[in-house]
């Protein structure tokens, strides 16, 4: 049940038709009539203001600058003091957080935003691995009270290579650890938030500081040479988390990865040849492999990506 004190001077101007509607609402304890619904979904659809970026690292350094060109309001994180000064360089303000066990420890205006944005990829190292989950957990926990829409950033890794076409309606079936690790995190953020998470299941990130070029170079024998390869160049990536927040479009799973899907072999010694390094070797077969697609981000973001692969 709802109900509301408003006069006719302080409602917005597109209720007044319905403010007897309003009035006999305040009076009778009565059904939430259509009135009150376009009232409702009103206020949901305010203006997003401030964003806080929890992990500025490679991709959450690169979307955070990016938001204060848009003139959002920026608050980033980051584990290292040494990265304070350099993230106030960027007019973003600056917060040190840490993690010990399954704690966050931050100060809790970070997590007084529109949106929260968690940027923090599983480490390599076998126990950090495995923490990854409740460290989401925890972070979840801490913001739940204050931010209105939370946005993980995940990996296209929840699928596994076989060798099959998927999208966002698709099982997910993670064949390695960090797969695993980062689909358990999914979960625990659908559980906690089932209203309003947002989750975008990056490919392989290239771009500045992560050349393609050198990831197979001089190589030999390098196995799969035909398989496709499913990748996302930063600037492709930051401009869907910034259509997410244009179009509000919350609530959703998004797989981000480039429409084209060169054989692995052909992609790897272009960018090789085109850095000037050493030209890999592939072995010319199709193993173990899968072609990453999109429903969502062309149906609820029409999103035109910006760097073909």
Known sequence: MLFLNLTA????????????????????????PNIFKKIR??????????????????????????LIELNYFVKGSTTTPEKLEMLSIHKIEPYLVSFIAEEIIADDSFFNADVLFICI????NSTELKDYPNKINAIIKASKNNVKNIVL????????DENIFVNEHSKTNPDTDSGRVVLEAEEILKGLHSDNYTIIRFAG?????????????????????????????????????????????????????????????????????????????????????????????????????????
């Open 9 to 32: 001077a302080t409602a917005p101007n597109f209720f007044n038709e319905g403010y007897s509607e309003w009035q006999d609402c305040n009076r009778q304890s009565i059904t939430e």
């Open 121 to 124: 990829p599983p480490k390599r």
């Open 41 to 66: 979904n009103t206020f949901m659809d305010q203006e997003i203001k401030t964003v806080s970026i929890l992990g500025c690292g490679w991709f959450g350094l690169a979307l955070a600058k990016k």
């Open 205 to 309: 990130l290239i771009g500045p500081e992560r050349n393609p070029g050198r990831f197979f170079a001089g190589k030999t024998y390098v196995p799969n040479g035909l398989a496709p390869v499913n990748l996302i160049h930063q600037i492709d990536a930051v401009g869907i988390a910034c259509e997410i927040l244009n179009k509000q479009a919350f609530g959703r799973t998004y797989n981000a990865c480039s429409p084209t899907h060169p054989a692995k072999q052909d992609f790897y010694t272009k960018t090789a040849k085109s850095s000037e390094l050493i030209e890999p070797q592939f072995i010319a077969e199709k193993k173990n492999w899968k072609v990453v697609e999109s429903v969502n981000v062309p149906e609820f973001l029409g999103y035109e990506f910006k760097v073909e692969i």
């Open 153 to 160: 950033i995940s990996s296209t890794s929840v699928y596994a």
